[in-house]
């Protein structure tokens, strides 16, 4: 088996988030008119990526292995009087890869990629307000990738597993405890790196979230209403464009910050040098500071050291800006 992704898509991020918004507008009809009366739907969009590397020495076997994973979420909540959050989306992974090498002792050299299948999940989503900060619990508890038992050659096998690594990595950046104005967008970003094990067993673990949340009728970009779209007081201007680290290092994730002058749809476009440009990663932010993240990887594997540039496109009020940085990796 192998992980089905669907394509990068504007257009689908939008259809899934209109449909998302029409489920919840049916849901909410018979609500109480004071659940309705408490301020509208929060509109909200994340993406997560976890980026794992490990080397194993076992008698006369040593290994190494990388691993890349990334999922995307919409999602939406209420707030009612009382001031309960409560809502939901869903999520689906866009990448979901495996790779393992190494050396079984007189068997000689091994290597393979695991298929890892990853299926579409629910977002939950409560919380309460304080005043005019909302603290947001996200949680994806159905998020799970498996793999088959594997022959890697060289009489090197693995059993079949199945694991929850991007509904943990969320919990690892606090994502059940996140401080969201009710007044205003917000954008942030959460890393954490972790280093377990032993000389002998060492594993490493990147997590990086980027999660938007919009407030009840604040434009996201990209079409008409205040500071998004048509209004004649709608100006577009992408500055401040960074990447870090620069240089980086191979097959680790690159942050690119920037900054907005209004909501917009923005994407990060990745091209090696000499090779064809791709987006990795697109959605809605708020004005102000943003930042998109490249988990590192190209197709299955890890990009190699060189030579890469990083473009970010935003779109809004009739208007395209673009602006790109180079980042050397090694």
């Not at 190494?64 to 989306?89: I, K, R, T």
């Not at 097959?251 to 091209?271: D, E, M, N, Q, R």
């Not at 590192?296 to 030579?307: E, I, Y």
Request: aromatic share 6%.
């Amino acid at each position: 088996m192998s992980v089905r992704l669907r394509p990068r898509s504007s257009h689908r991020v939008g259809s899934l988030l209109v449909l998302l918004l029409a489920l919840a507008a049916v849901s909410l009809v018979g609500a109480p008119a004071k659940t309705l009366a408490a301020g509208g739907l929060w509109k909200g969009t994340a993406e997560g990526i976890r980026v794992d590397g490990g080397q194993l020495t076992s008698g006369e076997v040593s290994s190494s292995s990388a691993a890349n994973y990334q999922v995307e979420l919409s999602f939406f909540f209420s707030v009612n009087s009382h001031g309960q959050l409560s809502g939901g989306g869903s999520g689906y992974y866009t990448d979901a890869h495996w790779h393992l090498s190494g050396v079984n002792g007189k068997e000689g050299t091994f290597g393979c990629e695991p298929p890892v299948s990853a299926a579409p999940f629910k977002v939950d989503v409560s919380g309460h307000r304080s005043g005019h900060e909302l603290l947001l619990d996200l949680a994806i508890p159905g998020a799970s990738e498996s793999n088959e038992a594997y022959n890697c050659g060289a009489n090197y096998t693995g059993f079949a597993t199945t694991s929850h690594y991007m509904s943990e990595s969320l919990e690892v950046v606090g994502g059940n405890k996140l401080h969201i104005s009710s007044i205003a967008p917000t954008s942030r970003t959460l890393e954490k790196t972790e280093e377990t094990g032993d000389p002998e067993n060492m594993k490493t673990h990147v997590h990086i979230w980027s999660i938007a949340v919009t407030p009840p009728g604040v434009g996201s970009g990209g079409g008409s209403g205040p500071g998004g779209g048509a209004g004649g007081a709608c100006s577009l201007s992408l500055t401040r464009v960074a990447a870090r680290p620069s240089p980086g290092h191979a097959g680790k994730p690159i942050f690119v910050s920037f900054h907005l002058s209004a909501p917009a749809h923005v994407a990060l476009v990745l091209a090696p040098s000499g090779g064809a440009p791709s987006t990795v990663v697109a959605g809605n932010l708020p004005r102000g500071e943003g930042e998109l993240v490249w988990g590192g990887w190209l197709g299955r594997l890890p990009a190699p050291a060189g030579q890469y540039q990083l473009t970010v496109q935003a779109k809004a009020c009739g208007r395209t800006r673009s602006q790109s940085v180079s980042v050397k990796t090694s």
